[in-house]
């Protein structure tokens, strides 16, 4: 197993590869688990998420193996990218990885677990959610920040941002970190990074009267586009969503 500590918890080295390796039959299950299972664990009195990424197909057995760096991995460095940037994820403490032979087998995400009170899904979820616009304008004050600071978030989705309340001082935590570009970011590549957080025009609209004010762009085109892409999004996902009913249909 290759397995990497962050500096702040080499100490816990020992305490963390025993975590994962009983990570199946230990440890509380956080979420469904449908796709990666994340459990939550005890390290020494703190709390710790470990992700165990599924196994992948027989194409990224090999590609994992000797030539693309793991989710595992790329959240681990992403997410030490995040924090020197100043930005919020939850720690990450460690990354391991299973490897037999010519073939990736698992890999493992370590972080510190950190207890919020919404993520953005609530505010799609709950149309009367207390402060809703504030938030929106904070959380879109936020994405600006990301973009400025160069970081292409391409799961800027609706559970992958962690809001703590803070007394209205929101901030801000990125989870689901392993799929992320840092550049230079387009006018473009700005507006199309908002596409899948909400089908809500309205919500979209408070977003884009935020990011045109921070931006000192018009409002109007800044609008025009977050929706434009919001629909296209809202248009492919609903086609798949089609498309995977009828599949199941013609399994039975």
């Known amino acids: 197993m290759n397995f990497i500590v962050s500096n702040k918890h080499t100490s816990k080295e020992r305490e963390i590869l025993a975590l994962l390796q009983n990570f199946e039959n230990q440890g509380k299950l956080?979420?469904?688990?449908?796709?990666n299972k994340i459990k939550i664990f005890n390290l020494?009195?703190?709390?710790?998420?470990?992700?165990?990424?599924?196994v992948p197909n027989l194409v990224n057995k090999i590609a994992y193996r000797f030539f693309r760096k793991s989710k595992a991995q790329r959240s681990f460095e992403?997410?030490?990218?995040?924090?020197?940037?100043g930005i919020g994820t939850p720690?990450?403490?460690?990354?391991?990885?299973?490897?037999?032979?010519?073939?990736?087998?698992?890999s493992f995400y370590v972080s510190e677990h950190l207890q919020s009170d919404l993520t953005y899904r609530t505010l799609v979820q709950q149309p009367d959610y207390p402060e809703k616009e504030r938030i929106l304008r904070a959380f879109t004050r936020f994405t600006y920040e990301l973009h400025e600071k160069g970081?292409?978030?391409?799961?800027?989705?609706?559970?992958?941002?962690?809001?703590?309340?803070n007394g209205g001082d929101y901030k801000f935590f990125l989870v689901d970190l392993n799929?992320?570009?840092?550049?230079?970011?387009?006018?473009?590549?700005?507006?199309?990074?908002?596409?899948?957080l909400t089908p809500e025009k309205g919500m979209v609209a408070i977003m884009a009267?935020?990011?045109?004010?921070?931006?000192?762009?018009?409002?109007?085109e800044v609008f025009e586009k977050?929706?434009?892409?919001?629909?296209?999004?809202?248009?492919k996902f609903l086609k798949k969503k089609r498309l995977k009913k009828k599949l199941k249909f013609w399994k039975k």
């Not at 956080?30 to 796709?35: L, T, Y």
């Not at 559970?159 to 703590?164: A, D, E, H, V, Y």
């Not at 977050?226 to 248009?235: L, S």
């Open 30 to 35: 956080f979420g469904n688990g449908a796709r």
């Open 44 to 54: 020494d009195g703190q709390e710790v998420n470990i992700k165990s990424f599924k």
């Open 78 to 85: 992403y997410a030490h990218q995040l924090l020197d940037r």
């Open 91 to 106: 720690y990450p403490v460690a990354y391991a990885e299973e490897k037999d032979g010519l073939l990736f087998k698992k």
């Open 151 to 165: 970081i292409q978030f391409l799961d800027h989705s609706p559970g992958n941002t962690l809001i703590k309340l």
């Open 179 to 196: 799929r992320m570009n840092f550049k230079t970011l387009s006018f473009e590549e700005r507006m199309k990074n908002f596409s899948r």
């Open 209 to 220: 009267s935020e990011y045109a004010e921070v931006s000192n762009r018009p409002e109007a």
């Open 226 to 235: 977050m929706w434009g892409y919001t629909e296209e999004f809202q248009q």
